[in-house]
C-alpha cells in the first residue's frame, strides 16, 4: 500500500468530520485496593516526594496551559541526555493517519514505526544536538539514522515523558 521508507503526509483524501454520536459509552469499574500499613521514616519520605511531583505537575501544568508546551531533558548516563517536547493534536493526527496508511506484518513493526514517528514529533535534543530548527521529516531521517538500541532507550523516556505530562494535567485539573 504504502512504502514505509518515505516520509510524505498527504491526507487530503481523509474526511476529517468525525462523528462521535453513536459511539458507545464505556463504563469502567475501580478494583478494589489493599493497603499496606507503612513505617513512619517511609511514610515521610514518600509525603516529600509526593510534595515534588505535585509540585512540578503544576509547572507543567502552567507551562502546557500558558506557553501551549512543555520540554524536559533526560540524563542517559552521566554525558549524555535526550530533550522531549509536548506534541501538537495535529502532530498526533498526522502520526496515526501515517501508520493506518502502513501495512505492518508484526505488532513489533507496528510499535517501532509508532515510536520512530512520534519521536520525530517530539524529540527536540540529544546529546547536546539542538533539533528543533529541523522539520519532523528531518528528525524522522535523523532517528532512523541511529542504533534501534538507542531508539528503545529514547522510547522509554518518551512514555515516561508523556506520562508525567498526563499526570501534570490531571493533577493541575484538580488543583491549580
Known amino acids: 500500500m504504502s512504502n514505509t521508507d518515505e516520509f510524505a503526509f498527504?491526507?487530503?483524501d481523509v474526511d476529517n468530520v468525525i462523528d462521535f454520536s453513536d459511539a458507545e459509552t464505556v463504563v469502567v469499574k475501580e478494583a478494589e485496593q489493599t493497603v499496606e500499613p507503612v513505617a513512619?521514616?517511609?511514610e515521610a519520605e514518600?509525603?516529600?516526594e509526593d510534595e515534588e511531583l505535585h509540585t512540578e505537575?503544576?509547572?507543567i501544568y502552567d507551562s502546557i496551559m500558558f506557553e501551549d508546551?512543555?520540554?524536559k531533558e533526560y540524563k542517559l548516563g552521566k554525558k549524555y541526555s535526550a530533550k522531549f517536547s509536548t506534541r501538537s493534536a495535529d502532530a498526533d493526527i498526522k502520526i496515526s493517519r501515517?501508520?493506518?496508511r502502513m501495512e505492518f506484518s508484526t505488532m513489533h513493526a507496528l510499535q517501532t514505526m509508532s515510536a520512530v514517528l512520534?519521536?520525530?514529533h517530539s524529540?527536540?535534543?540529544l546529546n547536546g544536538k539542538d533539533l528543533r530548527d529541523m522539520t519532523p521529516a528531518d528528525r524522522y531521517e535523523f532517528i532512523r539514522s541511529k542504533s534501534s538500541h538507542l531508539i528503545e532507550v529514547l522510547s522509554r523516556h518518551m512514555v515516561g515523558f508523556d506520562a508525567l505530562v498526563r499526570g501534570a494535567l490531571s493533577y493541575g485539573e484538580e488543583n491549580f
Open 123 to 125: 524529540l527536540v535534543g
Open 69 to 71: 508546551k512543555f520540554e
Open 46 to 48: 514518600k509525603t516529600e
Open 40 to 42: 513512619p521514616e517511609a
Open 57 to 59: 505537575y503544576l509547572v
Open 118 to 120: 512520534t519521536m520525530s
Open 10 to 12: 498527504n491526507f487530503e
Open 98 to 100: 501515517q501508520l493506518d
